[in-house]
């Protein structure tokens, strides 16, 4: 038998996901994470769910992981010295970017202007230019490059990034400066642009590969260190990571390339939401991902995610693929606060994370959070993690207390409160991936998971007006299983900047082609048999004059029998459906990707007992907590023993070992065949 591992680490929990690929059985396991040392809670977690299955390491065949290492490396500023080789003229281009300060007007005076990652002296011009076409027109000056390179080393940079300019045509100085660089400069890693983003726009691809090379010594060190500990404790399958896109990497593969990783935490519940999606017969999905510290909300349409060709950490915008996922920072840890100034209720982003952590944890936490609230409201009973995890509900009511006191109110309307609040950042968040990008959301159901998404998706469905609610099985795992259910996926791209008119489907199919079997090539290095191999193409297209471009993905079949044209027409379709308007101007092609993927794991969602529709067998015991204005009869039932087609009457609660789901009092669940729960409206 063989074995897939999902393994996902949160700001609080780290979540494991072992999957018996042959029946289809699954294990689960949720163990605190360890922000010192990731790979510490990963060990534990492993050792756990293998003594859980009956199982030794040695039998799982993949270890498939979503990590936030690059992500937090950016965010806390933990990433490593660069070292950055331009052209002559072009020292100042990290420090001149693209002059663009978000927010309003006021932004000009309070915005703090992030720091390079490169800083000034840290970059060093080289004589030798390539021109708009991709020839030399001026050869590089060796002498000049080592003597650059020696004072970069000398000065202790951690990173190298070259970056010359029109690299992204011709990379033959870069690949000089690269071998210069491995000889002076040995043990460093060094990051090439026209390998990391072969693309137009020196700024963009400046930016891209000095983030690539920032987070590389991070990320390197601890995948390094996760594949030691995992060989050392048997496991000698292979190791992947999740990319940002929702596809997989090998870890090698990672070590070189980390900026296609910064958001591969919020990928594995996209993907798995897929999988149960698929399952259920749901195919437009926004998604609930709440977690300790943080909320990621996502679009799925038609059982396909959306993606974009920028990924956002923070201040950094990169040029790199990523499933189109937003960011809150809403979570059970999140600390509710009544600013002296205002007096006025604020939820987050603070969070106790996962140390301290909430009161009701009994970790030391002092400062209520959501947690707190949902357990003083009783929407969250004490017996967590299937009664391996006790909560202190006298703790959490004295934290909130403090919140009732400062707003001179009762303290069940405080904890309210603070719900009401963070469900009102949940739906903000929800209508910049729906309705501000053209989406009805009452066209989509919203699926909640993560350990606190069941708790709150009742109430965000009410406010977006989706339904039904979905709180899938194990909910609390949704990321580690799409971790575990997720395919390798590997991309190039080019610049091709032509109008439509001025080429023909010929030319653009032939450079495609040449694209893709350079990934097809890439995935057969790395494993996946050649009839495994899926390619895809995408096109940046916009109308000419325009600065910014909409990507289309596009199968080469569909390419070939509907040519150019029917790239226009979608082009105009989706841009109409973007920004309610379409241009006479003519169209452009900018940029060209091919993708290619391996297989996916056609595995289906074990069925379940057909029940009666009463839920009784189920039930633990009553149950009372907070409706509207006073606390209200409730039962809480075990999900394990659910059925399919039983219907649950709100007020209720369902618990399970990994999350907690509620059922609101004007509300239903039903257990479908596989046994998610679909609340809907009474």
């Not at 990783?261 to 149960?276: N, Y």
């Not at 259920?280 to 709440?290: H, R």
Request: include cysteine; aromatic fraction near 4%.
């Amino acid at each position: 038998m063989s074995y897939r591992l999902g393994v996902d680490v949160g700001g609080t929990f780290t979540d494991l996901l072992l999957l018996d690929q042959t029946s289809g059985a699954f294990w689960r396991h949720k163990t605190p994470s360890t922000p010192h040392d990731s790979s510490e809670g990963i060990l534990n977690g492993v050792t756990a769910i293998c003594g859980k299955a009956g199982v030794t390491p040695a039998d799982v065949e993949f270890f498939l992981h979503g990590t936030t290492v690059a992500t937090n490396a950016v965010l806390e500023g933990k990433g490593a010295r660069v070292g950055l080789i331009t052209s002559q003229g072009y020292r100042q281009i990290m420090q001149i970017a693209r002059s663009f300060v978000p927010g309003g007007l006021a932004g000009w005076i309070v915005w703090p202007k992030p720091e390079p990652l490169a800083a000034l002296e840290d970059t060093h011009e080289i004589a030798g230019r390539m021109d708009a076409q991709g020839k030399e027109i001026a050869a590089i000056d060796e002498d000049g490059i080592r003597k650059a390179l020696t004072a970069l080393r000398d000065s202790g940079v951690e990173a190298l990034t070259v970056s010359l300019i029109n690299a992204y045509l011709n990379g033959a100085h870069e690949a000089r400066v690269g071998e210069l660089a491995a000889e002076i400069m040995p043990n460093i890693p060094i990051s090439l642009s026209h390998e990391v983003l072969p693309e137009m726009q020196e700024y963009e691809r400046t930016l891209t590969t000095v983030a690539n090379a920032s987070v590389r010594p991070v990320v390197g060190k601890y995948v390094r260190n996760l594949r030691d500990r995992l060989r050392g404790n048997g496991m000698a399958g292979s190791l992947s990571l999740l990319r940002s896109d929702g596809g997989l990497m090998s870890s090698e593969k990672s070590e070189e390339h980390p900026v296609s990783l910064l958001m591969s935490g919020p990928a594995g519940g996209v993907t798995g939401a897929i999988w149960v999606g698929r399952n259920a017969g749901i195919k437009n999905i926004l998604t609930l991902d709440v977690g300790g510290t943080s909320t990621d909300v996502a679009l799925i349409e038609n059982l396909e995610a959306r993606r974009q060709r920028t990924t956002e950490v923070g201040h950094l915008q990169v040029r790199a693929s990523a499933l189109d996922v937003k960011t809150v920072g809403a979570g059970g840890g999140s600390i509710a606060y009544v600013p002296e100034l205002t007096k006025a209720l604020r939820v987050g982003p603070q969070s106790a994370g996962a140390v301290p952590g909430p009161v009701a944890y009994g970790k030391g936490g002092t400062l209520p959070t959501v947690t707190d609230a949902n357990v003083v409201l009783g929407y969250l009973p004490e017996n967590l993690l299937g009664g391996t995890f006790q909560l202190d509900r006298e703790g959490a009511k004295k934290a909130v207390q403090t919140i009732a006191d400062a707003l001179g109110i009762g303290l069940m309307e405080a904890a309210r409160g603070i719900i009401d609040i963070v469900n009102e950042n949940m739906f903000g968040a929800l209508r910049m991936i729906s309705v501000q990008q053209g989406y009805d959301p009452r066209d989509f159901a919203v699926m909640g998971f993560g350990g606190a998404g069941p708790l709150h998706v009742n109430a965000v469905a009410k406010l977006m007006g989706s339904w039904p609610a979905v709180s899938p099985v194990s909910p609390g795992v949704l990321c580690a299983l799409g971790d575990a259910t997720t395919r390798m996926r590997t991309e190039t791209a080019r610049s091709f900047s032509r109008r439509v008119s001025d080429t023909d489907e010929s030319s653009v199919i032939a450079v495609l082609e040449e694209m893709a079997a350079q990934t097809r090539k890439e995935l057969l290095a790395e494993g996946v048999a050649e009839a495994d191999i899926t390619s895809l193409f995408e096109l940046d297209v916009r109308y000419e004059g325009q600065a910014f471009e909409v990507p289309l993905s596009i199968d080469p079949e569909a390419l070939r029998k509907d040519g150019l044209k029917g790239v226009t027409a979608r082009f105009d379709a989706e841009h109409h459906r973007l920004f309610t308007f379409n241009m006479d101007s003519a169209h452009e092609l900018v940029n060209l990707r091919a993708v290619a993927m391996g297989p996916a794991l056609e595995l289906a969602a074990p069925a379940l007992e057909q029940g009666d529709g009463n839920p009784a067998a189920a039930k633990i015991r009553d149950h009372q907590l907070w409706d509207k204005d006073k606390m209200v009869p409730a039962v809480i039932y075990d999900r394990a023993k659910l059925r399919a087609g039983d219907i649950i009457p709100g007020p209720a609660i369902v618990t399970e070992m990994d999350s907690t789901t509620l059922i609101e009092a004007d509300c239903t669940g039903t257990v479908d065949h596989v046994g998610n729960i679909l609340i809907h409206l009474a």
